[in-house]
């Protein structure tokens, strides 16, 4: 958050106002999460649509390029609603991405696979952000989950005084402009006179 002050700094117009500090982030550990690992998706699809040959043939997954590169793109479709306000699609979609990708490597574990190790690695990489889009997905939901019971709202009022004591407020006070004061009205209002 500081970086991006910073650049506020060199982007202002003369005369306004010089940002000192900003103040604390309103995203918590699971926004964090859910955004890093948005992120993580751009990356890895990235990675899978450059170089899909590569890949699959680290993985012993050779002729599955097109598959490879298939999932690059699923990465970055799903990185997409993950870094947007509905980031609950995005993770959700990660999680069934991260179930296909296990499916997919399972048979790279074949102990005849030259490359057995390499998938193994990637079976225990794959494992460990399938738990990390499971925890972010559960934090991000339960924070918009509403319990069955309506919510009571009958003790507040938005008038912090109450409605009497903030009845002409705005015609009594000193401090408000003239021309934004309430004037009182009457009803029903005047007839109109016609022109001319």
Known sequence: MATLANATQILRSPGDPRIESSGPSSLTGVDRLAR???WFSFALGAAELAAPRRI?????L?????????????????????????KHV???????????????L???????NPKRKNAVFAM???GVVTLLDIAAAA???SRHRRSGEPRDYSDRSGLPRGNEASRGLARDDVQTPPDMRAEP????PPALEPAG
């Open 36 to 38: 890093a690992l948005g």
């Open 62 to 86: 050779e002729g599955k390029e097109r598959l490879v590169r298939a999932y690059g793109a699923r990465e970055i479709a799903a990185g997409i609603p993950t870094l947007s306000y509905d």
């Open 139 to 141: 934090g991000v939901l």
């Open 185 to 188: 009205v009457s009803w029903p």
């Open 124 to 126: 225990g990489a794959v």
């Open 90 to 104: 995005g993770l959700i979609s990660r999680i069934v991405g991260d179930v296909v990708d296990i499916a997919t």
């Open 56 to 60: 699959a043939g680290a993985l012993g």
């Open 106 to 112: 399972a048979p790279a574990l074949r102990a005849a």
